[in-house]
């Protein structure tokens, strides 16, 4: 792999930190056969909830002595790190996670914990980017046509200090052209649908680069939760859409392989919810006035726990929305998710309307899980 003067006297740093992140950014590209390294506009770091990493990644973030050289975001921690009791978090807990966060914002991090970074950054087809939060990883590659590889959230901090990474992979143009049509026949008509096929179809599609085909009109937002479930359930970065997607007239598809759903499949998960969490991802502003819609149809308290999680950007941006929804009763958590907070623990059943938490949660918290769209589980919050 070439590297400049300048890029090769980051080896021999002083400083360990940097060296180190050369060292890793290289290794990689060797081992991808990457011919330079490029630089990126943005990295975002997963993995820093201590219910994850516990004492060894805490202490690591905090041995870390650089700064980053361009915008880095953090992926979701263990709690909201305002109302962190209100979730049932424990003080040490709370002590150690606040440890984790504060030696990345000395970094020079961005203080929004968030798995939708492509909320916040202005990015064009055709960025190059470092992410590691999988959703955000196709959601960048397929509805924002900017390129990234499944960065590991350890890739992605060497990459932010050292402002590039390896050009291989889904870098390079000639990589994303997509591997197999998946013709939907089945009526789509909600994020939820998008979900429940994601899930159905995410581990055969693991290794490949779908192209969609939809026959009846689907909206742009609803692909977020395409996207996530894909990167949970197999490997996906990156899928095109036939009229959706960016990059979806790019390439040649007639020599493609065709998978044609004819229906949705009906997977049934039977409990009884204790707790309804939605907001993986992360809600956006439009999903938090769907919700708060939806509550005040009812305009009474909920019956059951409600939490919705969205970025503390986004609940700043909507303060009267957030207010409205938690007069019925509903919490509004930030910096967080019910799949890397252990608050989620303490349920039994959880419903979600996201097709990452159902992968997700019976692994990481082990709970049992219900799914519906939004709507149906605002209604089970009244039951
Ligand atoms: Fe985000 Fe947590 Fe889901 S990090 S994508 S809300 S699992």
Redesign the pocket.
């Known amino acids: 792999m070439y590297l400049s003067k300048e890029e090769e006297k980051l080896l021999e740093s002083d400083n360990e930190t940097i060296r180190k992140a050369m060292e890793i950014l290289v290794a990689i590209g060797k081992i991808f056969d990457a011919d330079r390294l490029i630089p990126v506009k943005s990295v975002q770091i997963?993995g820093i909830s201590y219910k994850n990493i516990g004492d060894a990644g805490l202490e690591w973030f905090e041995s870390l002595n650089a700064k980053f050289v361009i915008k880095a975001m953090i992926?979701?921690a263990g709690m909201d790190v305002i109302r962190w009791k209100e979730m049932g978090i424990d003080e040490g807990f709370y002590r150690k996670q606040m440890r984790i966060i504060n030696a990345l914002i000395r970094l020079g991090a961005d203080k929004t914990l968030?798995?939708?970074p492509y909320y916040f950054d202005s990015l064009k087809k055709g960025d190059h980017v470092a992410w590691a939060?999988?959703?955000?990883i196709v959601y960048a590659n397929s509805i924002l046509g900017v390129r990234t590889n499944r960065e590991s959230g350890i890739s992605a901090l060497a990459s932010g200090i050292i402002g590039k990474t390896p050009n291989y992979g889904l870098h390079v143009k000639k990589n994303r052209s997509p591997t197999v049509i998946v013709d939907v026949k089945a009526e789509i008509n909600s994020s939820a649908d998008l979900a429940m096929l994601g899930y159905s179809v995410g581990e055969k599609l693991s290794n490949s680069i779908p192209y969609f085909i939809f026959r009846n009109s689907i909206e742009r937002e609803w692909l977020k939760d395409l996207g996530?479930v894909l990167a949970?359930k197999g490997n996906t970065a990156l899928f095109h859409a036939e009229g959706l997607t960016p990059e979806y007239g790019d390439f040649e598809i007639d020599s493609l392989e065709r998978e044609v759903i004819d229906e949705l499949e009906e997977i049934e998960f039977d409990c009884e919810p204790d707790l309804i969490a939605i907001?993986?991802?992360?809600l956006s502003s439009s999903e938090l006035r769907q919700i708060a819609d939806l509550l005040f149809r009812n305009d009474k308290k909920v019956r059951k726990d409600v939490w919705l999680?969205t970025s503390r950007r986004v609940l700043e941006e909507n303060e009267d929305v957030a207010r409205k929804i938690e007069s019925y009763g509903v919490k509004v958590f930030a910096d967080?998710?019910?799949?890397?907070s252990p608050a989620t623990e303490n349920y039994e059943c959880v419903m979600v309307n996201?097709g990452?938490?159902l992968t997700?949660l019976p692994k990481?918290a082990g709970v049992m899980v219900k799914f519906g769209d939004i709507k149906e589980c605002i209604k089970e919050a009244y039951r």
């Open positions: 997963s992926n979701p968030t798995c939708t939060e999988s959703n955000a996530a949970a907001g993986c991802p992360h999680f967080t998710c019910m799949v890397v996201s990452k938490a997700y990481h």
